[in-house]
């Protein structure tokens, strides 16, 4: 933004800029400050890497995390197990029907990736649980997906034995709206004007892009450098080389945006 201004670029009302250090456990703090932050936004321009093709991304699936509990009854596995209610059991049926949800919505994912049950090897399991990761591409699929599990939770697979669901969508999805896709084509048209092409994809990992996109803004995401291999600890990278371009790219866009006449209602 100061090199815009120092470039004689005068037109902004007001940029402002958000540095978050804690997105990768969800935000818990942030989150609640972006209704005001953004409100009143024209855009929201997210500097997540771009992918490593380049492109840009305009769309992200939204994330739940959901845990999974089943109470038996415990007993003694070798003198008298018939007295026992085995949560461990119930739950790998759960587990199994869980994962059937794939698929449930187009785009829709389930996946158990944590499961914990029992104490000891001869004791029938009193409790169990399992951690489950969802992602959904449109808030509309949320609603859904939840009564489906908790119907499939309501079955008494192990007589004696019950399970319940908690959680939620914790990050909303950012779904490409007509709003999002004429940020596309202002950021397609400044490639071009730096010489490069670019493409929007869309992703089913999360960002702060996310929430502003549910707050009713339209939200561009992918605008810092090319890189890759996230979460990667020995070869997630970023490509020193598409430094400057990508941060021409940005302060072009920005100048598209705020040159539009009437911007907001053209975006939205």
């Keep these: 933004a100061h090199a815009l201004v ?5 037109q902004f009302a007001e940029i402002g800029l958000f540095c978050n250090s804690e997105e990768e456990v969800g ?5 609640g400050v972006y209704p005001q932050f953004v409100r009143g936004a024209t855009a ?11 492109a840009i991304v305009s769309a992200r699936k939204g994330v739940g995390h959901y845990t999974i509990t089943t109470r038996g009854k415990a007993a003694h596995a070798g003198v008298e197990p018939e007295k026992g209610a085995n949560a461990n059991l119930a739950l790998a049926h759960h587990i199994v029907a869980f994962q059937a949800l794939n698929g449930f919505r187009p785009g829709l994912t389930v996946n158990v990736g944590v499961v914990r049950g029992g104490t000891k090897a001869n004791v029938v399991a009193e409790t169990a649980t399992a ?19 908790r119907e499939i939770l309501a079955r008494e697979i192990v007589p004696g034995v019950t399970a319940e669901l ?15 896709a004429r940020l596309v084509e202002l950021a397609k048209q400044a490639a071009r004007e730096l010489g490069f092409e670019i493409q929007d994809v869309a992703t089913g990992g999360g960002s702060d892009g996310n929430y502003t996109a549910s707050l009713g803004v339209p939200t561009l995401d ?9 979460h990667n ?3 997630e990278f970023v490509d020193a080389n598409s430094i400057v371009p990508r941060t021409a790219l940005l ?3 920005m100048m598209a945006i705020a040159e539009q006449q009437g911007v907001r209602q053209s975006l939205g």
């Design 233 to 235: 600890a020995l070869e």
């Design 131 to 149: 951690d489950v990761d969802v992602r959904i591409v449109r808030a509309d699929d949320a609603a859904p997906l939840e009564q489906a599990m």
């Design 251 to 253: 302060a072009k866009l």
């Design 166 to 180: 908690s959680g939620g969508i914790s990050n909303p999805p950012m779904e490409k709206t007509a709003a999002t």
């Design 222 to 230: 992918g605008l810092g450098p090319v890189g890759g291999r996230g």
């Design 44 to 54: 929201a321009l997210v500097l997540e890497p771009a992918r490593e093709n380049g």
């Design 27 to 31: 935000s818990p703090v942030s989150r």
């Design 6 to 10: 120092a470039a004689g670029f005068d």
